[in-house]
């Protein structure tokens, strides 16, 4: 399916559902720069097909995704790859079994601004993934069983990328948690939980500034460049 007008798709009552053939975008929004599409009480099951893609993100003012589920997607499950400034929220969110990222954002120019909210990603290769020009923030999420809970990718220090996790558990992460790569990318932790991740921190380069309200239970912790800070 395509969107390219504002609109608002709300399943409520009763059952709605997209099955994703292989090689396809299970919804497209591609919307007019003030347009704003909400999607809510839907699912999207990519049936194991191979080289398809959840929900993509490329133009409008804004999408608010709400209760909604996305899995067994072969690539991406959510990707919001823009060319101008946007917001994404998701609130209330299941997202798992994503060959590729469960949560993805970026913009060439301005600033990718994601709210993400009540969420559980679980089984990606990444369950966050922040790239250039994305400014995101987690609450009150469960991000685990991934390789990596929360990636920035290197080389985007035209824009930068900023992610802040508050009271999030992060658990099981393969490889880290948390990593940053370029020294214009930054994580900010406070009141985490970190539960059996291999890694916890992985700076790379980047920069990871984390808090003293922040528990570790079973996870190697790694070394957050920013030390401990105060609560806030």
């Known amino acids: 399916m395509t969107i390219g007008k504002a609109i608002t798709i709300d399943c409520a009552g009763q059952p709605g559902s997209i099955l994703v053939p292989a090689s396809s975008v299970g919804i497209q929004v591609s919307a007019g720069s003030s347009d704003v599409i909400t999607l809510r009480n839907l699912s999207i099951d990519g049936g194991g097909n191979a080289g398809n893609f959840g929900i993509s993100y490329t133009a409008g003012a804004a999408v608010h995704l709400e209760n909604i589920h996305v899995f067994g997607i072969a690539n991406t499950c959510v990707s919001m790859n823009m060319t101008a400034s946007a917001l994404l929220t998701v609130d209330n969110a299941t997202i798992s079994d994503c060959g590729g990222d469960g949560i993805f954002v970026k913009t060439n120019t301005g600033t990718a601004v994601a709210n993400i909210s009540n969420t559980r990603i679980s089984k990606t290769a990444i369950g966050v993934g922040a790239d250039n020009g994305s400014r995101i923030t987690i609450t009150n999420s469960t991000i685990y069983f991934n ?28 490889t880290a948690a948390l990593q940053s790569f370029s020294g214009s990318n930054f994580i900010l932790g406070f009141g985490n939980n970190f539960v059996n991740d291999v890694l916890v921190f992985n700076p790379n380069g980047g920069n990871i500034f984390t808090g003293s309200d922040n528990n570790n239970s079973g996870s190697t912790a790694g070394t957050a460049n920013g030390g401990s800070l105060p609560k806030i």
């Open 147 to 174: 390789n990596f809970g929360v990636n920035q990718a290197a080389g985007v220090a035209a824009l930068g990328s900023t992610v802040t996790a508050v009271g999030s558990t992060f658990g099981y992460s393969s």
